[in-house]
Antibody, heavy 122, light 107 residues
Framework: QVQLQESGPGLVKPSQTLSLTCTVSGGSISSGSYYWSWIRQPAGKGLEWIGRIYTSGSTNYNPSLKSRVTISVDTSKNQFSLKLSSVTAADTAVYYC??????????????WGQGTLVTVSS | SYELTQPPSVSVSPGQTARITCSGDALPKQYAYWYQQKPGQAPVLVIYKDSERPSGIPERFSGSSSGTTVTLTISGVQAEDEADYYCQSADSSGTSLFGGGTKLTVL
């Protein structure tokens, strides 16, 4: 079965760029009707969708983060990545990658990676 | 901006039925999905397309939809069901969004 694993620095300085990678195992990132997504969760708070990418490179972003977010995909490595620029303490959160299954207008997230904590601090 | 509204908390005794609601103006036009999140763990999908249950999810989990409200029902609640539950849907532009989450306490 497909598994996802996030990786990247756990500490980022304010104003810098947060960079994370999600490695997909147990299946090809290019197969099936799937988007590949990033979702985050500040400590003790709810989930916030960041954005998604299709293997063609087509992306959709949360309007509240759109100006700072870039999601890319590397099908040769079975990976997709997140870059979030100009970070502040408000960007401190657990970041999850997830596979998004879509059928017509329906889209849901399954499975999820285990999550990685990113702290923004000097 | 569009929001999905959930009650912050629901409490039930073991063996009882828990109902967690999620309200949003676009829900008559968009499917809803439900995730269970236990402390320190990633969310797990328990219901998709309003009422479909993924393989491996116990039959006591069910979903329904009526107008602008969707409901996750857990019948015969067990201690292991204590968790945070999040609904998810989309707005008219296809932007995914989550409800604020509901903490289910098993008394």
């Amino acid at each position: 079965q497909v598994q996802l694993q996030e990786s990247g620095p756990g500490l980022v300085k304010p104003s810098q760029t947060l960079s994370l990678t999600c490695t997909v195992s147990g299946g090809s990132i290019s197969s099936g009707s799937y988007y590949w997504s990033w979702i985050r969760q500040p400590a003790g708070k709810g989930l916030e969708w960041i954005g998604r990418i299709y293997t063609s490179g087509s992306t959709n972003y949360n309007p509240s983060l759109k100006s700072r977010v870039t999601i890319s995909v590397d099908t040769s490595k079975n990976q997709f990545s997140l870059k979030l620029s100009s970070v502040t303490a408000a960007d401190t959160a657990v970041y999850y990658c997830a596979r998004a299954k879509y059928v017509d207008t329906a889209m849901w997230f399954d499975p999820w990676g285990q999550g990685t904590l990113v702290t923004v601090s000097s | 901006s569009y929001e999905l509204t959930q009650p912050p908390s629901v409490s039930v005794s073991p063996g009882q039925t828990a109902r967690i609601t999620c309200s949003g103006d676009a829900l008559p036009k968009q499917y809803a999905y439900w995730y269970q999140q236990k402390p320190g763990q990633a969310p797990v999908l328990v219901i998709y397309k309003d009422s479909e249950r993924p393989s491996g999810i116990p039959e006591r989990f069910s979903g329904s939809s009526s107008g602008t409200t969707v409901t996750l029902t857990i019948s015969g609640v067990q201690a292991e069901d204590e968790a945070d539950y999040y609904c998810q849907s989309a707005d008219s532009s296809g932007t995914s969004l989550f409800g604020g989450g509901t903490k289910l306490t098993v008394l």
